[in-house]
């Protein structure tokens, strides 16, 4: 598939058609040319993500399924038998492998079909296009019904297959990267939908022994809450504003997670430095009331006198 996906993208970037100001012999040099990089390209990334699947079968126990490491669209679904089952919330995917495998296949489809009248049409430029009115566009003028309508019928299929192609990448990609670089498979994914490079980075990864992406994050979470733990405290008790801080006001938000943490104290006595905490007999703190001894005998002499 990276032969043809290279190969439209370098027809789609400088058309050879552009070569008609150096002739015929300049236009066909080019297409020679874009044939040979795609050609280049399709062998290093066949050797790369055949020697990484290759070793990751064998070290994820998977020997029975090694062969399909070497065979193109068998080893989208090895990779696919890698990640296992893909979880992405609430879904849960199974055989995401099968499912990429068959998109691959409709895509290289559609792209052969744009692909292989381009190359028939460059072989011969001077029989197959022919300028047109400003001498800037060129048209297909030679080609037969079956090639001209294959090609039209690609250029849109190729869209189309494109897309479902890369929705149905998208979470192989995410279970693969899941299972060999947990902590970054976010952007790990992002790369290889937008560039053909996944045989480069699983080649790198090839020693790595496959994990359970579940038990990981279980791990890394509970090492994340000891840290935690260990920083602030217990963040689970009755007092929030526990050590390190050693709050001097006590709770200022009334302890909001939970009953307090000591028993209410009650109120100083303003009075408590006063005999009987201030109080007078009668229970009158000035001495004033109708019990007071001095006001008895004050009103004894004024009823003498």
């Known amino acids: ?82 990640a296992g089952t893909v979880r992405i919330g609430s879904l849960k995917i199974k055989r995401i492998g099968l499912f990429v495998m068959i998109g691959e296949l409709l895509y290289t489809v559609s792209l052969i079909m744009v692909c292989v009248p381009l190359i028939v049409a460059f072989s011969d430029y001077g029989r197959y296009f022919t300028p047109t009115s400003d001498g800037m566009e060129l048209m297909f003028t030679g080609l037969s019904d079956v090639l001209y309508y294959m090609y039209r019928l690609g250029s849109i299929l190729v869209w189309i297959f494109e897309i479902i192609f890369i929705v149905v990448s998208v979470p192989l990609y995410i279970g693969l990267y899941r299972c ?16 053909p490079v996944s045989a480069f980075i699983l080649f790198a990864f090839r020693n790595r022994n496959r994990i359970d992406y579940d038990a990981f994050m279980r791990a890394r979470t509970e090492a994340i809450r000891r840290q935690q733990q260990m920083y602030y405290g217990n963040p689970y008790n009755n ?30 006595d303003p009075f408590g430095e006063f005999p009987d905490g201030g109080k007078g007999p009668g229970d009158d703190p000035f001495g004033f009331g109708s019990n007071n001894p001095d006001n008895s005998d004050d009103k004894g002499d004024g009823g003498q006198s």
């Open 1 to 82: 598939m990276e032969f043809f996906i290279l190969l439209y993208g370098l027809y789609g970037i400088i058309n050879p058609a552009l070569a008609e100001f150096n002739g015929l012999a300049g236009a066909q040099r080019l297409s020679v040319t874009y044939v040979g990089i795609a050609a280049g390209f399709f062998v290093l990334v066949y050797v790369f993500r055949a020697l990484a699947l290759s070793k990751m079968a064998k070290r994820a126990g998977k020997q029975k399924l090694v062969w399909c490491a070497f065979v193109p669209f068998a080893s989208t679904y090895l990779m696919g038998e890698l």
């Open 180 to 195: 060999y670089a947990p902590a970054s498979y976010i952007w790990l994914t992002i790369l290889c939908v937008i560039f």
């Open 239 to 268: 007092n929030p504003y526990n050590n390190p801080y050693n709050n001097p006001y006590g709770d200022p938000y009334n302890n909001p997670y939970g009953a307090p943490s000591q028993p209410p104290k009650e109120p100083d």
